[in-house]
Nanobody
């Protein structure tokens, strides 16, 4: 079992930065690939980025590549999402998710989810 708690969301102006954190419980955090997804009202949950268990591999949605960076600290059971050059279209609830062993871009392949944190980017 993995429990996830996101933090770090808020309101920021376009062009600004935020760093989201996702703290995981459990002793096997390093066995889980981690992903970030986002969702706006009336839309499906959208893949943002994912990182492998050892942080050796990452993947990004085209819409955020070059602006967002995912990282993890297995000693602290935490995954981060550094978001730079934010745009109004990045406004969403951001969720972290855990999947045993390997990454995926599909939300239905992640078994554990946090409660989400709101990110609002004003123009």
């Amino acid at each position: 079992q993995v429990q996830l708690v996101e933090s770090g969301g808020g309101l920021v102006q376009a062009g600004g930065s935020l760093r989201l954190s996702c703290a995981a419980s459990g002793r096997t955090f390093s066995s889980y690939a981690m992903g970030w997804f986002r969702q706006t009202p009336g839309k499906e949950r959208e893949f943002v980025t994912a990182i492998s268990t050892s942080a050796g591999a990452t993947s990004y949605a085209d819409s955020v590549r070059g602006r967002f960076t995912i990282s993890r600290d297995n000693a602290k059971n935490t995954v981060y999402l550094q978001m730079n050059s934010l745009k109004p279209e990045d406004t969403a609830v951001y969720y972290c998710a855990a999947r045993y062993y390997s990454t995926s871009r599909r939300s239905d392949e992640y078994g554990y989810w946090g409660q989400g944190t709101q990110v609002t980017v004003s123009s």
